[in-house]
């Protein structure tokens, strides 16, 4: 454990291996937990705010939750993990606001093929997750002879129908936020990175790089307001993009779409056709594990559909699956945020099957690397949702007592070297 948050930390510098206090590892780890998930639904939240749609109920527990944290308030294991759960509850309330506020705004999204790559001239790329950024630069480069391009967890975008209807939203290029080095660099442009997921940028294009608000680099240009005016100019006085089309790709699974053809998905799981549920999304990074995920979607039965969301689908897009009973294989339902449409079609089907979201042939394989992934998966701890695989690694703020309460309780499994054979056999039974 690490401590420096009070005055008596031990030597001045931090307690380590117990508090002071009498804070224990297991006790940091739990208190740790809390705010990390508390950062990621505050993320969230922020995002939910900027679309009018808020819960003071949650204000509320963001504000308990920080008080837990405090010195000499909370020593106590259980109710420590109450919390660590109710964060969970309140970060499923926040990405349902964040869903509605964008459906409420820019309309729901509907199955949606996109062009991937460059067209000939100026252009700008929007990066992160804030759709209303994007929303404001189209209005305000309508008409101005620039393109606007998607990047990393902005691809959505394309399939809501208010973002879609403006001629210039040209399409998406590039990856996942690792890869922000090459992929900016490339990219003649000016950039702006809207949210968290942005990296202190290479001097290739540092000129060129934009931030909004809270988001900010060095060497970056910060925007406070939603005057686009300079990024737009810039990108008219920037060499121009060449046309470049890389490839066609189909998005826009939001769980409306699914759930408006859920008789379709309950017949295939009842006739047999489709045999099994994978989620397998989240976070990407740059680790060399992290192509179990990539494995896990190549080695899916042909019998199976694959849900995906978050940057996480980066390491699975590629793949060509087809269709299984009419449907396609491969679902695309959003950002990471979007696990909220995720879990409304997961309890939509233990409904209609009459059982629980743990009696149904669905398996979660869930790539975490920052704190809103922390968010989601104590939200999917709150829900009871069992046997869920994460990885690459195990968080390092979680001690191996606290792990092995949550496998105890959740059946909470790391993440193995290569997916193991019984990960696909659940879809032959
Ligand atoms: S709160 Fe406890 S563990 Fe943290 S610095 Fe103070 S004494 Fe150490
Ligand atoms: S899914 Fe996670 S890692 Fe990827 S861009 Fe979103 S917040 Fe960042």
């Known amino acids: 454990m690490f401590c420096n948050q009070c005055e008596q930390t031990q ?61 000499n308030v909370n020593f106590d294991l259980e109710s420590l993990l109450e919390m660590v759960l109710k964060c969970g509850e309140m970060n499923l309330r926040v990405m349902q606001l964040l869903d509605e506020g964008h459906s409420e705004r820019f309309g729901t999204p509907t199955p949606t093929t996109v062009y991937e790559g460059t067209k000939a001239g100026p252009g700008i790329l929007v990066t992160g ?29 394309h399939s809501y129908p208010k973002l879609k209807a403006h001629p210039h939203l040209a399409g998406h290029f590039g990856t996942a936020w690792q890869n922000q080095h090459l992929e900016f660099t490339q990219f003649t442009g000016p950039v702006i990175a809207t949210t968290n997921c942005v990296l202190i940028p290479w001097e290739t294009y540092r000129d060129r790089l934009h931030t909004t608000r809270v988001t900010a680099v060095p060497g970056g240009k910060r925007i406070k307001s939603n005057d686009f005016s300079a990024v737009i100019q810039q990108a008219l006085e920037c060499e121009p993009l060449v046309d470049d089309k890389q490839r066609e790709s189909t998005i826009g699974f939001h769980h409306s779409v699914i759930l408006g053809i859920a008789d379709k998905v309950i017949d295939a799981i009842k006739s ?46 590629d793949g060509n699956y087809g269709t299984v009973a009419g449907l396609p294989r491969f679902l695309d339902m959003g950002q990471c945020n979007d696990a909220y449409g995720a879990i409304k079609v997961a309890t939509a089907l233990a409904g209609a099957f009459g ?58 499994k790391l993440i193995e070297p290569e997916p193991p054979v019984e990960l696909f056999q659940l879809a032959v039974v």
């Open 272 to 317: 047999g056709a489709v045999k099994h549920v994978y989620l397998i999304g989240g976070c990407d990074g740059a680790e060399m594990g992290r192509n179990y995920f990539t494995k896990c979607a190549q080695q899916a039965p042909e019998s199976s559909l694959i849900l995906t969301l978050g940057c996480g689908k980066y390491r699975i897009r």
């Open 129 to 157: 997750h804030d759709m209303l950024d994007l929303s404001d630069l189209l209005e305000q480069s309508a008409g101005k002879g620039v393109n606007i391009y998607t990047h990393g967890e902005m691809l959505p975008a």
């Open 355 to 412: 059982c629980g979201v743990n009696d149904l042939p669905l398996t979660l394989v869930i790539s975490w690397f920052e704190q809103k992934a922390v968010a989601v998966l104590l939200t999917l701890l709150h829900l009871g949702i069992k046997g869920i695989r994460i990885g690459p690694a195990a968080p390092g703020f979680i001690t191996p007592n606290v792990f092995r309460i949550l496998q105890e309780k959740f059946d909470l």
């Open 11 to 71: 030597n001045g510098t931090g307690c380590v291996d117990l508090g002071v206090c009498g804070k224990d590892p297991d006790m940091q780890s739990l208190q740790e937990t809390l705010l990390y998930g508390v950062k990621g639904m505050a993320a969230y939240a922020n995002h939910a705010r900027r679309l009018g749609k808020v819960d003071e109920q949650v204000s509320e527990f963001i504000e308990e939750a920080l008080f837990a944290t405090m010195t």
